[in-house]
Nanobody, 125 residues
Framework: QVQLVESGGGLVQAGGSLRLSCAAS????????MGWFRQAPGKEREFVAA????????YYADAVKGRFTISRDNAKNTVYLQMNNLKPEDTAVYSC??????????????????WGQGTQVTVSS
């Protein structure tokens, strides 16, 4: 069982930065791949970024590639999402998730077993 708690969301102007954190409970954090997803009002949840158990492999949605960076610290049971050059279209509730996807499955929400409650990110123009 893994419990996830996100933090770091807020209101920022376009072009600004935010760093989201996702703290995990449990001693098995390092065995899970971690993902960030987001959902804007009236839209479906979409994949943002993912990182494998060791941090050696990362994956990004095209919409955030070059602007967002995912990382993890297994000693602290925490995964991060550094978001730079934010745009109004990045406004959404951001959720982290833990699971065991592989290959091309990192973008699939169904491959993740545990989810946080989400944190709101609002980017003003």
């Amino acid at each position: 069982q893994v419990q996830l708690v996100e933090s770091g969301g807020g209101l920022v102007q376009a072009g600004g930065s935010l760093r989201l954190s996702c703290a995990a409970s449990g001693r098995t954090f390092s065995s899970y791949s971690m993902g960030w997803f987001r959902q804007a009002p009236g839209k479906e949840r979409e994949f943002v970024a993912a990182i494998n158990w060791s941090g050696g492999n990362t994956y990004y949605a095209d919409a955030v590639k070059g602007r967002f960076t995912i990382s993890r610290d297994n000693a602290k049971n925490t995964v991060y999402l550094q978001m730079n050059n934010l745009k109004p279209e990045d406004t959404a509730v951001y959720s982290c998730a833990a699971g065991t996807p592989s290959g091309t499955d990192y973008e699939l929400a169904t491959m993740y077993d545990y989810w946080g409650q989400g944190t709101q990110v609002t980017v003003s123009s």
